[in-house]
């Protein structure tokens, strides 16, 4: 494992410690998935600074997001245009995933899982999200990202009853 890697994986897991991540208690995971969510989970937190470096260092170039909107509408956006809107935005941005259905085989995972996301502290909407990764010389890194959009009837995440 390369310095960076070792780097990597050392913020994920102080995040996760310091931050309470979005593994539960009872962690189901093998130290593999561990890694795959520490990913997402960093990414999550250079989201909330709106880091656009750090963001970019956990996508790998030429990654998509796709977004399911709430009427069917799909809508495709290269890394770029996620990076771009991330520096350009200011309103404080905090997503949380929960009951993760992690699959890794070799260098590639993929992360399911149900989500919330808050806007300037409000709930803005949620959804499921679901992550592709690959893992490089330097970790886990983003391939794809695709989400869908619920506005309406978010239900509680488990998430506010752990304190």
């Given at each position: 494992?390369?310095?960076?890697?070792?780097?990597?994986?050392?913020?994920?897991?102080?995040?996760?410690?310091?931050?309470?991540?979005?593994?539960?208690?009872?962690?189901?995971?093998?130290?593999?998935q561990r890694e795959a969510l520490g990913a997402v989970d960093a990414l999550f937190a250079a989201m909330a600074r709106h880091d656009v470096d750090a963001s970019r260092q956990l996508i790998l170039p030429g990654a998509s997001?796709?977004?399911?909107?709430?009427?069917?509408?799909?809508?495709?956006?290269?890394?770029?245009?996620?990076?771009?809107?991330?520096?350009?935005?200011?309103?404080?941005?905090?997503?949380?995933?929960?009951?993760?259905?992690?699959?890794?085989?070799?260098?590639?995972?993929?992360?399911?899982?149900?989500?919330?996301?808050?806007?300037?502290?409000?709930?803005?909407?949620?959804?499921?999200?679901?992550?592709?990764?690959?893992?490089?010389?330097?970790?886990?890194?983003?391939?794809?990202?695709?989400?869908?959009?619920?506005?309406?009837?978010?239900?509680?995440?488990?998430?506010?009853?752990?304190?």
């Open positions: 494992m390369n310095l960076r890697t070792r780097t990597l994986a050392t913020l994920a897991a102080a995040y996760f410690v310091l931050a309470g991540g979005n593994v539960q208690a009872k962690d189901p995971y093998d130290a593999s997001f796709v977004v399911v909107l709430p009427d069917g509408t799909v809508k495709i956006e290269p890394d770029t245009g996620y990076l771009e809107t991330l520096g350009k935005h200011k309103e404080a941005f905090r997503e949380r995933i929960w009951d993760a259905q992690v699959t890794v085989q070799g260098n590639l995972a993929q992360v399911w899982a149900p989500y919330d996301f808050h806007l300037d502290g409000k709930l803005s909407h949620c959804g499921v999200d679901s992550f592709s990764l690959v893992r490089s010389a330097d970790g886990w890194r983003v391939a794809g990202v695709s989400y869908t959009v619920q506005k309406a009837g978010c239900a509680p995440s488990p998430l506010d009853s752990e304190g």
